[in-house]
């Protein structure tokens, strides 16, 4: 199996030991994205900045794996209060065409750097 390394300096870099993304066997798998900037700096607005700037350092990781929302398959999102699930539903869902990706959406007691959202996806490369 062969396996490469995506990365990209317009979406935040690996704050641990981890990849960006990672493609194997036609699949790439992202790993998740917090609201940092490409820079580092935490977005800690409201929900709907933060899930705004992970949506954006997604777009920003889905075209150094040369793909697109459409190609993403699986989705998991993690908020730390799920009474904010309608907000991040509404701009989440606004990146997606018809059929959406598969998800989960879990609340989870904590996220890193004191953030209210992350998201890991799986993308088809072909």
């Not at 790993?31 to 777009?59: H, Y």
């Not at 799920?82 to 701009?91: D, G, K, Y």
Request: negative net charge; hydrophobic residues 45%.
């Amino acid at each position: 199996m062969t396996v490469k390394k995506i990365s990209t300096e317009a979406a935040p870099a690996a704050i641990g030991p981890y990849s960006q993304a990672i493609k194997a066997e036609g699949l790439v798998f992202f790993s998740g994205q917090i609201p940092l900037t490409p820079k580092g700096k935490v977005v800690d607005g409201p929900i709907d900045e933060q899930t705004r700037q992970v949506m954006s350092n997604m777009q920003a990781m889905l075209e150094a794996a040369g793909l697109g929302f459409d190609d993403v398959v699986k989705t998991t999102i993690y908020l730390t209060d799920l009474n904010e699930f309608a907000t991040v539903n509404e701009i989440y869902g606004s990146y997606f065409s018809d059929p959406p990706p598969a998800r989960a959406c879990v609340e989870v007691a904590a996220l890193p750097k004191g953030v209210g959202v992350e998201i890991e996806w799986i993308a088809c490369a072909g």
